[in-house]
């Protein structure tokens, strides 16, 4: 690997990573040498990247800084095509248009001679599955999602009974042939998940549940490990 492309690299682990990353773990991803972060480290810090630091503890990328993207390697272009081969077959209508309009645009943005791993990728998503009809809005789910604001459901369980709901939607998950909405259920006062073609009504309210949805991510993230710990805990004691 060149220098100035090490130096890139460089760049994008510590941009993904929200910790410190130690020269240890830089130098294993990159395969080089420890001695050669630390001057890549020092060369970067020179031409001012607001890298923080030192060696033995890590280093941090300060928020902000921006650089140009580095021209896509086969290997991300093959990734990124995948990814979106897989939404284009099973996400939402709204989001399965995107995904095939960025395929075509990668197509279109790389050089020649990495365009077959575009067109004619190594790499391929199962076929398309025919999930059952969704029966809310799931591209308006994902808005509310990302506007931390509440959704009134009218859901309908396996038995045909229909209950009232106001939730906090987290996120939209993919179980198989249906759609999920994960969400904070104000009557359960706990997580619950919502096939989306249960969804007997639903209105999208404008009032806001009053937590960022990155907190409130988190604390499902938090919610659904003590659950798996638990599961884990009772299958091991069974055994």
């Known amino acids: 690997m060149r220098r100035a492309e090490r130096l890139f690299q460089i760049i994008q682990i510590l941009r993904r990573s929200r910790a410190p990353v130690t020269a240890d773990a830089i130098a294993a991803e990159l395969e080089t040498s420890k001695r050669s972060v630390y001057r890549d480290i020092a060369a970067l810090?020179?031409?001012r990247a607001p890298i923080r630091g030192e060696a033995g503890v890590g280093y941090v990328l300060e928020?902000?800084?921006?650089?140009p993207p580095l021209m896509l390697t086969p290997d991300e272009i093959e990734a990124a095509v995948l990814g979106a081969q897989w939404v284009a077959g099973r996400g939402d209508?709204?989001?399965a248009k995107a995904a095939s309009d960025l395929i075509s645009k990668i197509a279109a943005a790389v050089p020649d001679r990495l365009r077959p791993y575009v067109l004619e990728p190594a790499a391929a998503a199962s076929p398309a599955w025919k999930p059952q009809a969704d029966r809310i809005d799931v591209a308006q789910v994902r808005a509310w999602i990302h506007a931390g604001?509440?959704?009134r459901l009218d859901y309908s369980d396996e038995a045909g009974a229909i209950s009232e709901r106001v939730i906090w939607p987290v996120t939209v998950g993919y179980r198989e042939t249906?759609?999920?909405?994960?969400?904070w259920c104000e009557l359960r006062e706990a997580f619950r998940t919502f096939r989306t073609d249960r969804v007997v009504g639903a209105d999208f309210l404008d009032e806001r549940h009053g937590k960022r949805p990155a907190v409130l991510?988190?604390?499902w993230i938090k919610f659904r490990a003590a659950e798996i710990a638990a599961w884990t805990s009772r299958?091991?004691?069974a055994c």
């Not at 249906?178 to 969400?183: D, E, F, N, P, Q």
């Open 235 to 237: 299958e091991n004691a």
């Open 63 to 67: 928020a902000g800084f921006d650089m």
């Open 45 to 47: 810090v020179g031409q």
């Open 217 to 219: 991510r988190a604390e």
């Open 93 to 95: 209508p709204v989001l």
């Open 178 to 183: 249906v759609r999920m909405i994960i969400a």
């Open 149 to 151: 604001r509440k959704i």
